[in-house]
């Protein structure tokens, strides 16, 4: 504690970083972030972006930013990314932004970030299935995992799936991104011995063309298959970080 109190007053510990050692969170304008969520679960807190202003996006970053030197931000739209990347060309020029689709990804240069002795595969079946892919893909990719992704592989043509086999069979843990029937990942799984996380995409039309079709199909898989809610991308990702972790500890 006193040296705490001690690092606030010469200035070398933020009153922010100081309250996220002592009660995990930090407490602000925007609300309460997480600060020890990643040590606590393996999974940090992400910024949820949609139903947020632009002012409380751009503080629950500053405060990640501050207290645990990186800020996982999803469902970002084109305006609140630009007026997030504005502010921190202001307050953090130094900082690096690794944005896909609509998540985004900021680091201080202080940061270190981690490494995993684990590769997770991402598929999807369509090419409009992707932005919920790139949302899993940077949570793994944030947890310090080899990620090794293939696009376009839907079940319609057979063969552009089994082509890609090898790679499936050579992944720790895959997720596997589909819309329409969902289909894609029932598919894998059957093939596969890795983990197989399934992601429902709303990217159909018509009866249960907003993901519910896709939803159903993988619930209802013969196959041995983990399933996420519709166009979760983020709980994919995390629960195919838990994994690689597992993987990883197990080499070491």
């Known amino acids: 504690m006193r040296e705490l109190l001690e690092a606030v007053a010469d200035g070398s510990l933020s009153p922010a970083a100081a309250e996220a050692e002592l009660r995990g969170y930090v407490i602000g304008e925007a609300g309460r972030f997480d600060a020890a969520r990643d040590r606590r679960r393996g999974v940090p807190e992400a910024i ?60 201080t240069p202080a940061y270190d970030p981690p490494s995993l002795d684990a590769t997770v595969g991402i598929a999807t079946g369509g090419t409009v299935d992707g932005p919920v892919a790139d949302e899993a893909e940077l949570v793994c990719l944030d947890a310090g995992a080899t990620v090794d992704r293939v696009d376009d592989i839907g079940v319609a043509a057979l063969t552009r799936t089994l082509d890609q086999l090898d790679r499936f ?46 939803l159903a199909g993988m619930l209802q898989s013969c196959t041995v298959l983990s399933v996420v809610n519709i166009d979760a991308g983020f709980v994919a990702g995390a629960q195919a970080t838990l994994i690689a972790r597992a993987i990883d500890a197990a080499r070491d």
Do not use: C, M, N, W
């Open 48 to 107: 949820f972006a949609t139903g947020k202003t632009t002012t409380q996006i751009v503080a629950l970053a500053e405060t990640a930013l501050e207290t645990t030197g990186r800020a996982l931000l999803t469902r970002v739209s084109d305006e609140q990314f630009e007026r997030l990347e504005a502010h921190l060309d202001e307050t953090a020029p130094a900082a690096t932004i690794d944005r896909r689709s609509g998540a985004v990804r900021v680091t």
């Open 169 to 214: 069979r050579e992944a720790d843990v895959l997720v596997v991104a589909a819309g329409r029937e969902g289909a894609l990942p029932t598919v894998v799984a059957g093939l596969v011995d890795t983990p197989v996380i399934g992601v429902p995409v709303s990217s159909g039309y018509g009866h249960a063309g907003d993901g519910e079709a896709a």
